[in-house]
C-alpha cells in the first residue's frame, strides 16, 4: 500500500496532522503506534468499575484560540471544563493556585486586593533576573507559601530543586488578586463531552487514514517509505538511537482506586506537597461530568524511568535537545521527515499548545510539498 505520509505517534499531534492532510489535500496517511490505543496520553477510558478516566494523568483542555476550539469542535461536543484544584499543606485544603481566599486562609486574616498586594511586597523576595523556579516564587509570594505549596510538590514531581529548573515550570501556575478559584485562566475552558478518545477517534474515522497499533516505528521504519513525508512524533532521542545520549524525561506512575460513594474530594484535583509519595490525586468524575453512584481516584507517583511523559525543563537539558534538534533539521532536509509534538521538540507543552503545532507543522508539509 502506497501512503502520502507516513505518520509516527496516534495522540493528538498525529491525529490532527492525518485529519488536515486528507481534509485539504486528499492525502492518505498510515498511522503508526506503539500502544494498543489511540490520543496519546490525552486517552480515556472506561475503568472496571464503569467510572471513566484519565488513564495518564488529567488532561484539562484550555486555549485562548477561538479558531482552534472551533476546529476540535467539528469532532466533539464540549461540556464546561470544571477545573478546581486544592493544596493539602499544613493539615488544611487550601484553593489552588494562590488566590485572595487561599492567603486570607493561609495568614488567618482578610484581604482586598489592594491590600493583598501591599502584603505581599513586604513578604516577597525580589529579583530582576530571574532564572529558575525558586526565585520566581519567592519574587511572587516569599518564602513561607513557597515552602508550604511549591517546594516539596517541585521536589517530588521532578526529583530536582526548583532552582534547578526554568523558571517556566513553577511559573505555569498563576497567582491570583481576585478571588477566582480556576485552576487556569484561559478564556475557553471546556472538556469533550464524550472524552477525549471518542474526540481523536472521530477525527481520524476517515477513508484516508489507516492507523496500526501495537507497531514500534524501529520496526518498519525501513520498509515504509511514504511518498511525500513522515511526521514523527515520538521521542526525539528514541529516532536517533540516543547517540548523544538519553535525553531526561519524567514518568508517572498511577493507582486507580474505586470508591463506593459518588465523590470522595471536593474537586478534582488535590495536590500533596508535603505528604505522601504521590503529588497527586485526582478524581477525574468532576470533570467528565458523568453520573454513577461509584467513583474512581487516581494517585500520581512520579518516577524517571517509564514511558516519558514529561521533558525536564532545565539548561543542561536544552542544550542536549539542541543537539538533536540539528539532526532533526538536517533530517527534514535530506529525508523529509518533520518533527513535531511534545516529545519530539522536547518542550512542556499542554494539548492546545500541540494542537497547534501540529497544525502549524502541516502547514509546513503542505507548503514544502507544494513547492517542490
Ligand atoms: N507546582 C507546585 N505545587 C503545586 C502544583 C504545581 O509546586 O501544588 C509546580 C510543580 O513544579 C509543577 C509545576 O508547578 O510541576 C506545574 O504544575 P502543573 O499543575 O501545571 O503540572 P502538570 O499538570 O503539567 O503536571
Known sequence: MEYDLLIVGAGPVGCVVAERAAELKGWKSLIIEKRNHIAGNCYDRYHESGVLIHQYGPHYFRTNKKDLLDYLGRFTEWIPGNYIVKSSTRGELFPFPINLITLEQFFKRSFTAEEAEAFLEEIRIPNDHITNSEEFVLSRVGKEMYEAFYLGYTLKQWDKHPTELN???????????????????????????????????RMIDNPLIDVRLETDFNDVRNEIKPRIATLYSGPVDAYFNFQYGKLPWRSLDFTFTEYQ???????????????HEYTRSVEIKHVTGQKCPNTVVSYEVPKSEGDPYYPIPADENA??????????DLENKENKVYFSGRLARYTYINTDEAIEMALSTINEIIRDADQS
Open 261 to 275: 460513594q459518588e465523590y470522595v474530594q471536593p474537586c478534582v484535583q488535590i495536590n500533596y506537597p508535603n505528604d
Open 167 to 201: 523558571k517556566s515550570v513553577c511559573g505555569r501556575i498563576p497567582i491570583r488578586f481576585n478571588r477566582d478559584t480556576r485552576y487556569v485562566d484561559h478564556e475557553y475552558q471546556f472538556t469533550p463531552a464524550k472524552g477525549f478518545t471518542e474526540m481523536f477517534s
Open 319 to 328: 542544550q542536549l535537545y539542541l543537539k538533536y534538534k540539528e539532526l532533526a
